[in-house]
């Protein structure tokens, strides 16, 4: 199940003013890259795209999380809501690389939960899109894939899998390019503008 479009919208204006920040003009962004894409694949149903695209980081209502605990909490508000297929995306946003992300075993009670998840699921379009918008959406507009990698490696730095999922986000756009008979692009509105900005990098905590 899914709330409906403006359920989803309402819950993002509540989430950002329990943690203010930029994530939320981020997550806006994700439900439209998303939705436009989604336009374009007769398979796929725009207003899901948009809903879980809005919904996709609402664990950060908590407050300045890392990437497991803003998945877990993400993943916990929307089954508590009912609301499974939201709830699925939470979990599966951050992990490009799926089963290949989990090579070791997890400290923490909710990275345990996460692991098990991901290891019992295959990423299906829904998935995949929002893990390609996620990577395409900053809280001033898009980008392409290239400029944000490199704003969040600014951010974060290097971690160990970073270029493997990389190349995953390519060969999601390329998949989906292919369906759609045109570039991801031309398909998200202004990127030629926003981007060739670059404000500095946002990280959490910095308001």
Known sequence: MLPTVEEALHELEIAGEM????????SANVGLAARNIAEKIPSMDPEKAYIVGLLHDI???VGIVNIPTHVYEGYKYCLEKGWDEAAR???????LLMKDEFNYE???ESERTIKEYIL???AD?????IQLCDALATDYGFVILEK???DVTRRYGIMEGYIKGWEVAFAIKEDF????GCSIYDVLPDIGRTTLLSPKPWKPGNK
């Open 19 to 26: 943690n203010p920040g930029p994530w939320t003009k981020h």
């Open 59 to 61: 664990g950060r209502r």
């Open 89 to 95: 995306i939470c979990m599966t946003h951050s992990y």
């Open 106 to 108: 997890p400290d923490t």
């Open 120 to 122: 019992g699921c295959e």
């Open 125 to 129: 379009d829904y998935d995949k899109l």
């Open 148 to 150: 944000r990698f490199v």
């Open 177 to 180: 390019e292919n369906r759609m």
